[in-house]
């Protein structure tokens, strides 16, 4: 069973930083695209960033120059480095990969468990 386990979550003031993480594991064959979600309540999950297996990335355009995507493809591990944090980025973020399972074979996303952001003063 491929599981995604979420890490790094938390409070912080605003301008602050905070690094997720995200580790893939079980019968994986590969992984193609990485990406982060976030949903704040009231309001329709949106994508954040994403990464293709070759490193390639795009970004939500109230988070360019601020928040950096990256994965280490040895660890099955993505990050998204968050700096300079403002109230607005405050939601619960999702980790979401597309994985090719060794067994059974298959083919789909996966996502996260969700961690909470919250940045306040």
């Known amino acids: 069973q491929v599981q995604l386990v979420e890490s790094g979550g938390g409070l912080v003031q605003p301008g602050g930083s905070l690094r997720l993480s995200c580790a893939a594991s079980g019968s994986i064959a590969s992984i193609n695209a990485m990406r982060w979600f976030r949903q704040a309540p009231g309001k329709e999950r949106e994508l954040v960033a994403a990464?293709?297996?070759?490193?390639?990335?795009n970004y939500l355009d109230s988070v360019k120059g601020r928040f950096t995507i990256s994965r280490d493809n040895a660890k099955n591990t993505v990050y998204l480095q968050m700096n300079s944090l403002k109230p607005e980025d405050t939601a619960v973020y999702y980790c979401?990969?597309?994985?090719?399972?060794?067994?059974?074979?298959?083919?789909?996303?996966?996502w996260g468990q969700g961690t909470q952001v919250t940045v306040s003063s």
């Open positions: 979401n990969a597309n994985i090719y399972s060794s067994f059974p074979y298959s083919f789909r996303d996966y």
């Open positions: 990464i293709t297996s070759v490193g390639s990335t």
